[in-house]
């Protein structure tokens, strides 16, 4: 255990804690707390989204697929252009037509109240779930700092996080998701040179060991219509096509995304935020699927045995070979990148628990509307509870497999659901709320057939599920009886 490195994550722990809570002097109202008032330029918008979108996962679980595969993972990244294509100038209209607080809002609009519950209840299930996932990720990297246990790791990570996020709201959220994205790339860059330094032979050696292990394979142009074909994760029409599927799902239709989409200045700030997005994720993936590749070689070159559990290959190198203070920066940056996701959900989950649960229902029941004051008290409660359960969820999360490919298929298995019913919404008139509702069933339970009976990759997961429901809105949209169209 080295004191410099330590001093340096709990500077971090401190600092970055102390930063996010300051921002609660600006919480008002409802607006501030779950849409940062839309102050927030679109370039902080545009980290912040990125932020959200990695995290842990991708520290330690993307060096983990090219240490053991190749580039391959960089063909779901052009998919993820693709979508924001779509996403800009298909959805992002419908969002900014009015003042929303969640993407839910938009069902109600088209269909009605009952599938607005329907689609948040979705979104409340998937990033539970998913964040989950990445909760126990983080534990893995504190238990190699520490030697902790992983219950202590996921209580002591989620117990600052949730401080700050419960004072400061989304400004928080954003503000340190910029600070906490700037130190991972940064902590990310320095690793990957120290690694290479530490290589006899350097770049040249490395690239030469690695590109005879086919490490350098980015495309894989294969199709053949079989089912050996979808089984397959990585190739150029799982990418493009389950890639594409995969964010318009998540960007397009979950509000841990649209809430930074809906608090930007104007839609087209908002637009230019989600497009710049992309190019930081494609370097960023880019440089860590690099790291992986050079931690193959390194292992090589010097005859180590690879780690039983792949995803700790990263942190245990930086926290092993890593000069003092260097490997406290880097870990430090892996913790930014855990608490900056996790901060996101927390504020994301509370604001669909409030805004189309709480409110509409109260509503219904003729309720007094709350106080600004006790909206806020609502608001910073129903993020602690939120917090408890997802120290519970990481718990279990244990026993799930890899990390990365974990926590995109757990979310992949119902995005499919959700995107089907979106684009029902806007695309078009005819389905009401009883067909878009049992065309979520449709498409779910699909999902659930192909998750446990088939050997189908997790990347076309969302494009199957999407289709099922779509195809079954029509059908069933064709066959009731019209009376609940909205819109």
């Known amino acids: 255990m080295r004191y410099a490195d330590l001093a340096i994550i709990l500077v971090y722990l401190v600092g970055i804690t102390a930063f996010g809570a300051r921002f609660r002097h600006t919480q008002r109202d409802l607006k501030d707390y779950f849409l940062g008032g839309r102050r927030a330029p679109w370039w902080a918008i545009a980290l912040s989204i990125v932020s959200a979108e990695t995290s842990t996962l991708t520290i330690i679980g993307t060096p983990a697929l090219s240490f053991a595969g190749n580039l391959g993972f960089l063909q779901v990244v052009f998919g993820y252009l693709l979508a924001r294509l779509v996403i800009s100038f298909l959805l992002l209209p419908q969002y900014f037509r009015g003042e929303m607080f969640t993407a839910y ?19 409340l299930l998937i990033r539970s779930l998913a964040e989950g996932v990445r909760v126990f990720a983080i534990s893995i990297v504190i238990s190699v700092i520490l030697g902790t246990g992983e219950l202590a790791s996921i209580l002591l990570i989620v117990g600052l996080t949730l401080f700050y996020t419960f004072e400061g709201g989304l400004s928080a959220v954003i503000w340190t998701e910029v600070v906490q994205m700037c130190l991972y790339i940064f902590g ?52 493009i096509i389950g890639g594409c599927f995969l964010t318009t799902a998540s960007h397009g239709t979950e509000q841990l995304m649209v809430q930074r989409l ?15 997005s992309w190019l930081v994720i494609f370097v960023q993936f880019t440089l860590f699927l690099l790291i992986g590749i050079l931690l193959y070689a390194y292992h090589t070159l010097m005859r180590l045995p690879a780690p039983q559990v792949l995803d700790r290959v990263y942190p245990e190198f930086v926290w092993r ?32 628990s409030v805004m189309d649960f709480y409110r509409p229902i109260a509503a219904r029941l003729g309720k007094h509307q709350l106080s600004t004051m006790d909206s806020l008290k609502l608001a910073r409660w129903a993020t602690v509870a939120w917090g408890i359960l997802l120290t519970a969820i990481g718990f279990m999360a244990r026993r799930w497999g890899s990390v990365l490919e974990a926590g995109l298929s757990v979310a992949s298995v119902v995005y499919g659901a959700l995107l089907g019913v979106f684009l029902l919404g806007v695309l078009t008139r005819r389905v009401d709320q009883l067909a878009a509702g049992a065309a979520m069933f ?39 009886p019209s009376g609940n169209r909205h819109g």
């Open 442 to 480: 449709v498409g779910l339970a699909t999902m659930l057939y192909v998750k446990f009976a088939t050997q189908i990759a997790w990347t076309w997961y969302v494009v199957i599920g999407t289709s099922a429901t779509f195809a079954a809105g029509l059908l069933l949209g064709a066959l009731l």
């Open 321 to 352: 070979y890593l000069p003092p203070g260097i490997a406290g920066l880097v870990m430090a940056a892996v913790l930014a990148a855990a608490m900056a996701n996790l901060s996101a959900a927390l504020n994301a989950l509370a604001s669909t």
């Open 105 to 123: 809002e938009l069902m109600e609009r088209r269909f009605g109240p009952g599938l607005r519950k329907l689609t948040a209840g979705t979104f």
């Open 188 to 239: 990310a860059a320095v690793s990957l040179l120290v690694i290479l330094q530490n290589i006899p032979g350097g770049w040249s050696e490395a690239a030469a060991l690695a590109a005879a292990a086919g490490k350098f394979q980015l495309f894989d142009f294969t199709f053949e219509w079989s089912a050996s074909f979808f089984a397959r994760t990585y190739t150029f029409w799982a990418g």
């Open 262 to 276: 809906l608090a930007a200045r104007s839609q087209r700030e908002s637009r230019a935020a989600l497009l710049a």
